[in-house]
């Protein structure tokens, strides 16, 4: 063989890989109606795709789609039937290489929320990520809730949320929120690769559907910043991120375009930079919480509040065309500050370890999963005795702070004492995305299916409703390992390349959100059992935590989890007329 030729071949072996490289998208089929689908038709054109045949009630199905690149004309679609008795319903999944997409359309009397009549939903195209397609509710009383949903998603669906409460309602959060960009490395040091949670600002976290941020806010000489790091070795590892400024720029934005959403801002992990990153002193959360003043809607708590906010009716934050509320979720360590309608209450602040009250600088289990029996190391305030006392804790001992003479005497907001609010659930602190799923759905399933019923006398309520848990925060996050840190030549391999497959495993496990982390067959009792047994509500997370917010396909797998099994409410309401 002649140099020539040699050399011929040698440049074809290098090339073969980038002739021959493929494209993957991972569909995610998410069922939360109350019927079948069915598979009716499958085609493809130079694309592998084996889509499942059937996708029964409450369940999802990940296929796999991949072709070689540089085939402008590969093509596929698969089209499934609802069998929904009352109406024809059917929709197309399909993928195209030029320009390269997924699309889901509409067909016969299919509408969802936001989606009218032949819709066509784009789901666009991520090389190896998850895009999910979710259906939910039961299209009769009220329109199926589907990807892409309304921005003011809370508002479009009052009617499912007024009466419940904190504890009973899914939405997603945003895991720290702020560190959606680099603005001062720190040591490490801190970049996107390792530092970076988020693709977008605080805005658009709010625009693709969260609702409850993370938000851990640090002084960086003299600049109120957020910031994502670990204090280790006499140094903070990590970054600043959006400033507080701006974060509040977002937050009032929002608002003011679409107004009536209910935001929980749950601050922790607050530093000072200059004290070698040690938490806020009293005076420094004054001075916070005038900044976090300008925040338009925050939340003013009214005489007689309920103590424990919540077990509160949704409905009582957020009023159909009203404006929206913003909640001030704080550490227990920080100061209890007065609203214009009362003066401070000197006896709320607790230390960061009482029992109930969320630690500064590190995640563990937030409150005792015995909700019958509260009980915090802290006596209740004076004005407490002003409120609705019915969910009050006991009194222990007293400890009390006082005010400087620098603080001001009100705030237009109140702030609320974590213990308040009282939130379960932890990392798993894994890299594996298997693991991640078992961890969670196990803390999942104990600490909202352990709970004794509200009324469990069977002469009163032979199916009485279950005692909601506290709200469980289910903590989706992948830990990035410290060997893959300073590898920032390999995106996936970023925390947001983490954030990728943790997505994949969340809509593959829709089963398990509506069941309290068991599968549906588990609950049915054998084979007898009817899918979806049991009361709306049973078992769902509250908070879903992701990194990574980039469209709004969490909300719309919150909103699925809300609607999940309201068909057997509104059956219920209708029998008794």
Not at 197 to 220: E, K, M, N
Not at 235 to 241: D, H, L, R, Y
Not at 269 to 285: C, M, N, P, V
Not at 515 to 524: C, I, V, Y
Request: net charge neutral.
């Amino acid at each position: 063989m002649s140099k020539s030729t040699q050399y011929v071949f040698a440049v074809l072996l290098l090339l073969l890989p980038m002739v021959l490289a493929k494209s993957k998208a991972y569909v995610e089929l998410i069922n939360g109606t109350p019927y079948d689908w069915h598979l009716i038709s499958h085609a493809k054109h130079r694309m592998k795709w084996s889509p499942q045949t059937i996708i029964p009630s409450g369940t999802s199905s990940e296929s796999c789609i991949s072709w070689i690149l540089n085939q402008p004309d590969a093509s596929a679609e698969a089209t499934y039937r609802i069998d929904n008795p009352t109406s024809s319903e059917s929709f197309t999944i399909s993928a195209i290489q030029d320009p390269t997409q997924l699309q889901v359309h509409y067909h016969e009397n299919l509408t969802s929320l936001n989606n009218p009549q032949y819709s066509t939903i784009n789901l666009g195209f991520m090389d190896r990520h998850a895009h999910p397609f979710i259906l939910a509710g039961n299209g009769t009383q009220t329109p199926y809730i589907s990807t892409k949903p309304p921005v003011a998603w809370m508002q479009s669906t009052l009617s499912t949320l007024s009466l419940k409460t904190l504890r009973e309602i899914t939405m997603p959060m945003s895991h720290d929120a702020g560190a959606n960009v680099v603005t001062h490395p720190l040591n490490g040091p801190g970049t996107l690769h390792n530092t970076q949670t988020q693709s977008d600002s605080i805005y658009w976290q709010l625009v693709h559907g969260a609702r409850w941020l993370d938000i851990r806010p640090a002084l960086y000489w003299k600049k109120w910043m957020t910031y994502h790091g670990t204090y280790a070795a006499g140094s903070m590892w990590g970054a600043t991120g959006q400033s507080i400024e701006s974060m509040i720029e977002d937050i009032n934005y929002f608002t003011r375009k679409y107004p009536g959403e209910l935001i929980v801002l749950d601050i922790s992990h607050d530093a000072i930079a200059r004290r070698r990153w040690k938490g806020f002193s009293e005076d420094d959360w004054m001075k916070f919480y005038g900044i976090l003043s300008g925040i338009f809607d925050l939340w003013v708590e009214p005489q007689g509040s309920q103590w424990d906010l919540s077990s509160v009716p949704f409905g009582t934050f957020v009023k159909e065309g009203g404006k929206s509320t913003v909640l001030v979720r704080v550490p227990c360590g920080a100061p209890a500050w007065s609203s214009v309608l009362e003066t401070r209450d000197v006896d709320t602040a607790l230390s960061a370890f009482s029992s109930g009250c969320d630690p500064v600088v590190q995640d563990i289990d937030l409150a005792s999963l015995n909700t019958t029996n509260y009980s915090y190391s802290q006596k209740s305030s004076r004005s407490f005795y002003k409120r609705d006392v019915s969910n009050s804790p006991e009194n222990t001992h007293h400890q009390s702070t006082s005010l400087t003479p620098s603080s001001p005497a009100t705030l237009n907001f109140t702030p609320i004492p974590a213990f308040r609010l009282p939130i379960t659930g932890t990392f798993s602190h894994t890299s594996s995305p298997k693991t991640l799923v078992t961890t969670q759905l196990e803390k999942l399933s104990q600490h909202k299916l352990s709970f004794p019923n509200t009324n469990p006398s069977p002469n009163i309520d032979p199916s009485p409703t279950p005692n909601p848990s506290p709200i469980h925060k289910l903590s989706w996050i992948l830990t990035q390992p410290l060997a893959v840190q300073a590898d920032r030549r390999t995106w996936r391999n970023s925390i947001l390349g983490y954030a990728v497959s943790a997505h994949r495993e969340l809509y593959s496990n829709f089963e398990a959100l509506v069941s309290g982390g068991r599968k549906m067959r588990e609950r049915e009792g054998g084979e007898g059992g009817e899918r979806g047994r049991g009361r709306a509500g049973e078992g769902k997370p509250n908070l879903i935590e992701v990194d990574y917010i980039r469209s709004c396909d969490v909300a719309a797998l919150a909103m699925g989890v809300n609607v999940w099994g309201e068909w057997e409410r509104e059956g219920e309401a209708e029998g008794k007329e």
